[in-house]
């Protein structure tokens, strides 16, 4: 693949343009809520983009196209079933929480609801998650780079870095919201004409149906034994591991998409956030998956396509994306795609840079280290960690380079932390029975029951290193399983301790449980101004899809 002159010239126009951003927004970041928190005055649509666009990372676009190579239209259960439902149900019940209790992140919410120690934990454990997911996006650029410039993986890594690292360093979150949303609409622009291409060179959905197995074209219909479809899942596994502790963990939980609903100017704004952004993430797949459902159609047409073969020998499926680019961009419209995958990249790091800084600072430094310093000392001390959480990241990538699927390693981690998370939070916020000592053993132990599920289970030849008691047919199955097993242990564990300790009076747990928090109406609004109608409409859509590639 190679870069003509109007590819570069685009290319450079849009890191200036980035990097103008953080440096107009610089002279708005006065205190450390400035920096860290945008000191919630963002208006909603910004924020709804936002929130997709922090989610919508290289690691989505790659690894969502190399799945969709992998395990067909089944992907798009990511979306219809691993997102929308989680993301309606945080809008309409969980945003009054967050949003009422003033909480500056997800761990001081726990601190809020339970004590200290439950808060430590889900800090600790959410920055090494952060770190991660932020160094598997930085290996994803490295790949491009390579790929596009021929540059080492090495200077890649170190360049794209430095990139990412002077915005956020200058405009704090601020300046990672406004880019995200530059940065969506860049995506779109960027890989909705290589999806409209690359299935039209295989002959239409019509033509990749013909060409596939019945499998890899139906999302629901093969998913009656793990043997019948390419994920390796049944049906049980798909709707509680994916469906329920996965996507509700992530989108409910993940303080990296909560920060940008919490940014917003209004308690009102911050519950459309996330229901808003689901009108824009239902139609991800027609531009993220179908690229690589079409590469492997295409693979089969004799028409100078294949993907490249990996390490061990089979399709290397992370490169689905960038092969189909440099067979099917000409000049200036491969600028533009390269564009989208930058922008990508930087939404998908910075996002989780902002998110990393804002927990250290608060729930880590603020409360453990210096408790009683100045404003500016934090100011300081956010800034200083923005620089090492981007170091961080970049060891991360290298973690990364072990993986032929990178969504494989992102759900694993998500697995690990946001499933146990979730049963916390579900319990918590609705459960007032629930005390902390619950929390904190539930919490820990459903971690933990996530690493040892990992550690004597093995799929694909990952896994199993204290011993193999069960095989997995595919990374993804072993994935859904392990937040199934973490999540079902916290919440039983949490249970049980809770019926033996003390839990807290109801007086200091107003806004914090359903029941003691005042739920806002918004019965004078416009219609679109009011959760139940977005809901209903977003639930009519999501129906539809689902029937239509049933």
Sequence with gaps: MKLAPVDYVILVLYFAFVLGIGWRLRKR????????????????????LAFIAANLGAVELIGMAASGAKYGIMTAHFYWLGAIPAMLFMGIFMMPFYYGSKARSVPEYLKLRFDEKTRAFNAFSFAIMTIFSSGISMYALGLLLHLVLGWSFNVSVLASAAIVLAYTFLGGLTSAIYNEVLQFFLIVLGFAPLAILSVSK????????????????HAWRYMGSPTENPMGV?????????????????????????????????????????????????FLPFIVIMPGIAAIALTKMN?????????????????????????????????LGMTGLMASFMSGMAGNVTAFNTVFTYDIYQSYIRPNADDHHYLTVGRVTTVVGVLLSILAAYVATRYNNIMDLLQLVFGCVNAPLFATFLLGMFWRRTTAHGAFAGLTLGTGAAVMTLCTTVAEGKGGWIANWHQFPSQMAQNFWIAIIAFAVCFVISVAVSLFTTPRPDKEMEGLV??????PHDATAKWYERPAPLTAIVIVLLVILNIWFR
Excluded: H
Aim: proline share 7%; with cysteine.
């Design 29 to 48: 970041i006065s205190s450390s809520g400035d920096f860290l928190m945008s000191g919630r005055s963002v208006p909603v649509w910004i924020t709804s």
């Design 202 to 217: 295989a002959g239409g959905w019509r033509g990749i149906v013909a060409r596939l197995p019945p499998n890899m074209t």
């Design 234 to 282: 049944e049906l049980f596994g798909m709707i509680a591991g994916l469906g329920f502790v996965l996507s509700f963990g992530y989108w409910c939980t993940n303080f990296l998409v909560v920060q940008r609903a919490m940014a917003a100017e209004s308690m009102s704004a911050a519950r459309r956030t996330p229901l808003v952004g689901t009108l824009p993430k239902m």
């Design 303 to 335: 028409v100078g396509y294949a993907l490249p073969p990996n390490a061990a020998g089979g399709p290397d499926y992370t490169q689905a994306l960038t092969t189909l680019m440099a067979q099917f961009y000409p000049s200036g419209i491969l600028g």
């Design 514 to 519: 359903y029941g003691l928090t005042k739920i």
